[in-house]
Nanobody, 119 residues
Framework: QVQLVESGGGLVQAGGSLRLSCAASGRTASTLSMAWFRQAPGKERVSVAAIRLRGGGTYYADPVKGRFTISRDNAKNTVYLQMNGLKPEETAVYYC????????????WGQGTQVTVSS
């Protein structure tokens, strides 16, 4: 099992930047990939970015391509999401998730961190 703790959320003006962190603990060696999702009020949770922990392959949702960067520090068991050029519509709770063990989907989730972008 793995535990995930997000940090770095907050209030930022439109066009600003934030960096989210997701620290993993527990049996992290069995983690295949990690991802960031977000859920805006009244909307479904959607994928933002993902990264494979071995090889480092990345995925970005179309709305964030060119502005967000996902990265990892395997020694610290931490994944980051650098968010630049933030827009008010990106106000949401951002969740970190891990694909652990033989799971086909993300099966461990953090508690979420609030990101609020003011216009």
């Amino acid at each position: 099992q793995v535990q995930l703790v997000e940090s770095g959320g907050g209030l930022v003006q439109a066009g600003g930047s934030l960096r989210l962190s997701c620290a993993a603990s527990g049996r992290t060696a069995s983690t295949l990939s990690m991802a960031w999702f977000r859920q805006a009020p009244g909307k479904e949770r959607v994928s933002v970015a993902a990264i494979r922990l071995r090889g480092g392959g990345t995925y970005y949702a179309d709305p964030v391509k060119g502005r967000f960067t996902i990265s990892r520090d395997n020694a610290k068991n931490t994944v980051y999401l650098q968010m630049n050029g933030l827009k008010p519509e990106e106000t949401a709770v951002y969740y970190c998730a891990a694909q652990w063990g033989s799971a086909a989907e993300y099966n461990y989730w953090g508690q979420g961190t609030q990101v609020t972008v003011s216009s």
